[in-house]
Structures are given as C-alpha cells and as structure tokens.
C-alpha cells in the first residue's frame, strides 16, 4: 500500500510494495555494519544506478552526533557526490535521522531516501523530515527538517529484529495510539505478545502497524510540517524521554525503551493533573509491561532533571511545554504546569 | 534606502536607514574579537530584549569549518537559546555564513539577522540566504539554503576597513558588472582608488556600490533561490577561486582576492573559446590591479587543479560548468568546454 505525505514536496510512503530503484546519476547508500551484513546484498539486487558507493557507519545512538556526520560528509566528498546525487538511508531511526541530516548540508541539499530496516524507523523516524543528532547538552538539538523523496518499508526486514528492537518500535506505536486513537489500543492488546517480540507474528500484524502509524503520522506532518502546533502531539513521552536518553549517555535505552519510561511519565503528570485516572494510567503501564518495555527510571538529581526541560525544543521564553493524554486516545499541549504539581510527578521516580 | 529580496518568505535589505531592533525573546550575537572591539558597543546601545549573548568565534575563512560551528553550536545551547530565540551575525562573509548555517541547524532552524561589516558581505554574502563551511576538500561544500529575516548594510561599518578588505569586496561588486552590466565598469574605474582604500571616498560610494549589488543579488536569488538556474551566474570567478583558496588553506587570500584571480583566469578560458577579445581581457585585469588586486596565482599541479573542478557545486554527472562573460557585461553558463581547452587556458598560470 502506498501513503501519501502532502508537505510542501508530497512524497509516499511504499509499505511492502517491493523495492526497484534505478537512477540516473550517483548513488550512496548509508548503513552500518549489523543492517549491511543482514541485507545489503538483498537491497543491492534491486538499486541500478552509474556509480555506487557504500557509507557505513558505527551503529547506535551514542554514535549519532556531528563527528559521524563530519565522517559521512568526507565519505560524499570523497565519492565526487553532485548536486544530482541521491542518498539513500538504509537502517534504522539512526541512520535515517543522520542520512536525512547530512542529504540536507551536504552542497546544501541533495535528494535521500529512506529505506527503514527497525520497525521503530517504519512507524515514526523515516517519515516526516525532522533529521538530526545529539550533543552533550541533549537529544536531537542539531537538525534540520527535510524531508525524503520517497520512504520504502517492507516487513521482510523486521523478521531479522531482535526482542528489544521490537519492542522500542511498537512503543512508539503505543504512542500513536494514546494520543490520537484509542481503538488502536484493543487492537495493540489483542496482539500475541510471545509471536510479536521473536518477530514471529503474521506479516499482517506488521503491516497494520506500520501502515496506520504512518496513516497517522502523515496526516499531521501534513497540517503542520515544521512543528509549529499540532505537530508536538507526536512528542508524547518525548520531553521526558529525551531527558532520560542524554543523562545515560544515549547508551542505556533503545530511543522507544526511553519513550515507553517517558510516556508513564506524561501520564503520572497526567494524573497529577486530573486529566487522567488511575486506572488509565495502569492500563499503559500493564500494555507497555506486557511488550517487555521498561516503565521505570531512578531520577538520580530532581532539579537537574527538571532544568533539562527548558532545553527541549518545544520549551520557548521560559515555558515548558508538555504533551499529555487527557483521556486515552486524545494529546493536549499543556504549558501552565505548576512547577510544584510537576515535582509531585516526578517523585515517583526518585 | 530598502531593497526587498523576494524568496518565500521575503525580506528587507536596509542601506543606512539605521538600526533599531527590539526584540521580544533571547538575542545571541555571533561575532569575532576584532569586530567586537571595533563596533559591538555601537551595536549594542540599538538593541533591546530579553536576554542577551555575545558568542565570539576566531577571525579568518580558515576558521570557517565543522568544528567552529560546533562550538558555536555549544554556546547557543549554554545560553538555552530557544526556537523563539533570535541569532545576530555581526561581521563579514566568514561570520553571516557561519551564523546562517548555525541558525539553521540549531534546533531545526530559529531566526536570524545579518549585520555586515565588511564591503564584502554587504555586497553579496550577507544577501542570499548561502550559508556555510569548508573542509578539506573544498569550499563551502557542507551548508543550507537558509534565508535571513532582514539584513541591515551600515556604510560607518566600512570605514575601519584595511586596504585588503576594501579591495577584496570590490572585486565581487566587479563581478556583479561583467556579469550584469557593462556600465558599472565605466562607474568603478573612475573611482578614485587611493581614497577608495583608505576608506577615504565619500559615503555615496559606498552607497552606490552596496545599493546596486543589493539589487542585482536580489533580483536574481528572487528568480532563483537554490541555485537550479541562473543564480549560477553570480559563481563567476568562483569555481577557480574555490580551488585556490582549497589549494591555500584558506590562509593566503581573502575571498575576494581569490575571486580577483579566478575572474582573470575565467577570463583567460573565455578567451580561448573567442567569447572574450583579449582587449576585454586587459580591462578587466587592469581595473583589478587598480583596486590592488591580485590577478596571478602559480597552480603547481595542473593536474589536480583540473580534477577538483568535479568537486565545485555547479558541476554534475561529470561535467563541469563554466560562468563566462560573452561579452563583458553578460554571463553565461558554458558547460561543454573541450579539456584541451580548458587546460591551454590554464597554462597562463603554470
């Protein structure tokens, strides 16, 4: 099936419609070595082009800063890539936000294509445009929104994801589902977990959430492409989650594993906040238990955690922004939270 | 006197009208210590807001690289900048094009303003919306097409110029004749030169110079903002100056002086293919030498000269282009120059 995403270059989103490139011009296809050895041969049967040329990169996130976009800008350099070139970023939410960054700064601006090979990079990172890195000060801070010429995901490659990896990805499924459809969540506790997590449940599964994530996604990134309103919604548990990646050094939680710990977060603020009840919140918490997600996070240093907020990219003149479940199946953007209420929230955590 | 640049989101080139910003959210200027030293405290008596941060970085196009944007990078988030926040270049080219691209891949993109300082970057880096860094392997290869909010050209800036900044911002005013029009020609040559490089001449100099580029630029980059057609045209004597100043270090010429070569030898090419009389020729490079520009450079290698054309921004599935001037006061894009050729014209400087 194909999606549409109606930005201001609309471009499509193939989900398990088969994969057959041929381009006029050079090619480089970005990855690391794990997704390179599992499926380069399988994707270089199907890319015909004049020149081609592989960039492979350190894999995980701790690696996704501007020292490997410096790296990967040489290894362009180094190709002779032209203005005309494409860049195709094959493997997961890593590898498309770093792709996405240096296609949009290298000779300032060539063509990309996403090609995810993590389910988290089918449902969220590989669509939408927002590219980036980390630094030391927090998660994303240096990016650009660009977006792809075409995103091509194809089931095939999550049979060879491992436990963790599936569950990170579905959680940012689980996400989709709080904040814009509650319907989704009895489908999400219908699903076999023990099938789902060794990658054993039936392509269907697979697709549906892929295709209705990006259904999703696609929708809002149309109203609103550069986060200026609706957007946000989509950084539910995110301003927590980001928080939790930086302080462990981006080593410690797969994106969606920080994610899932973020969204009970959200939802104990919630709570604190009357927009959410208690048995809400341990419906998720149970949901995101049962994917063997983590829902928990010892916050070593309140106040440093909470300083943090103000570097989140929805934070402006001096207000946190907060997107919360008010109930299941409904986000709001919340910015007059009582710094006391918040504190209250987050001594669950300490 | 105003001069509107017509991209998508159109904006104001303000010529002497004065300055005075007030701004609502946190303000960083990015600067250099001797810049600083000579204006800041001008500057900063016309502007208001909330908060306020100097970020000074070293002085010199050798500077213009990753890793000074990564500092830069660092300080925006120490002084918790925000997307509502606003970034100031206040220098020359090297500074509007590395607070260019830092404010467009800060946090995804925040606002930003130039305030040029040096003949050169009124009359061209400050306008346009190129920003951008050199690696090793060439100029200005990694960077956006990211578009001021205003610039403000202030001709009391230009008058602690040295004699080498002066000339060199003059060259690219020269290139903006014998691409566009003939006629400037005859106004730059009679332009006294002494006190022209002394900072000496009257302030309608200035003015007229700074005016009819302004002019010119925006015209052209309001046709064409990314460089997909005729804003080529302004990359006269660019594609060789790319070279020297790669082949350089950056360390021996100032852009323009740079530029003032590349002319010559553009000229020179155009010559050999009879676009150009050798009469032009000598105009052009004893209007240059009036201006105490260079117009020789000694290429060492021929050959690796020859192979870092593949390198410039212009050039594309294997072939390199050309902006000529046939005659002087039109350019063209020439882009199937016989090697043969291309070399003759390049043993004038062996």
Chains 1, 2 share one sequence.
Do not use: W
Not at 201 to 215: T, Y
Not at 236 to 265: C, P, R
Request: net charge neutral; aromatic share 10%.
């Amino acid at each position: 099936m194909q999606v549409e995403v109606k930005v201001k270059n609309p471009y499509k989103v193939f989900i398990n419609e088969g994969l057959n490139l041929n381009f006029k011009g050079k090619v480089a296809i970005l990855t690391n070595p794990k997704i390179a050895g599992l499926h380069l041969k399988n994707l270089l049967e199907k890319i015909e082009c004049e020149e081609l040329f592989i960039i492979s990169v350190k894999d995980g996130e701790e690696y996704k800063n501007l020292s490997t976009i410096e790296e990967i800008l040489n290894q362009m350099c180094n190709s002779k890539l032209d203005r005309k070139s494409l860049l195709i970023s094959f493997g997961g939410g890593v590898i498309s936000d770093m792709g996405g960054f240096a296609a949009s700064i290298y000779q300032r601006g060539i063509k990309f294509i996403n090609i995810p090979t993590t389910l988290l990079a089918c449902v969220d990172a590989a669509v939408g445009g927002k590219t980036g890195v980390n630094n030391h000060f927090g998660k994303n801070l240096i990016g650009t929104f660009y977006q792809p010429k075409a995103v091509y995901c194809e089931s095939a490659f999550l049979r060879t994801l491992g436990q963790r990896e599936l569950s990170a990805g579905l959680a940012e499924f689980i996400k989709m589902a709080i904040i814009f459809d509650a319907n989704l969540l009895d489908f999400i506790e219908k699903i076999d977990a023990k099938n789902f997590l060794k990658a054993q449940c039936e392509d269907e599964i697979f697709i549906k959430i892929i295709a209705k994530s990006v259904e999703l996604k696609a929708k809002i990134v149309s109203k609103d492409e550069k986060e200026s309103g609706v957007r946000m919604l989509l950084n539910y548990g995110h301003t927590f989650a980001h928080i939790i990646e930086n302080e462990t050094h981006y080593k410690s939680y797969l994106h969606g594993e920080a994610v899932a710990i973020g969204m009970n977060m959200a939802n104990h603020l919630s709570y604190e906040l009357g927009l959410l009840s208690e048995e809400e919140c341990e419906r998720i918490k149970n949901l995101l238990q049962k994917f063997a997600l983590p829902t928990y996070y010892k916050i070593e240093n309140i106040h440093e955690f909470y300083q943090a907020f103000f570097l989140d990219k929805k934070s402006a003149n001096h207000k946190i922004r907060f997107i919360l479940p008010a109930p299941l199946g409904k986000g709001i953007i919340k910015e007059d939270v009582p710094k006391s209420i918040l504190l209250k929230s987050l001594e669950h955590f300490i």
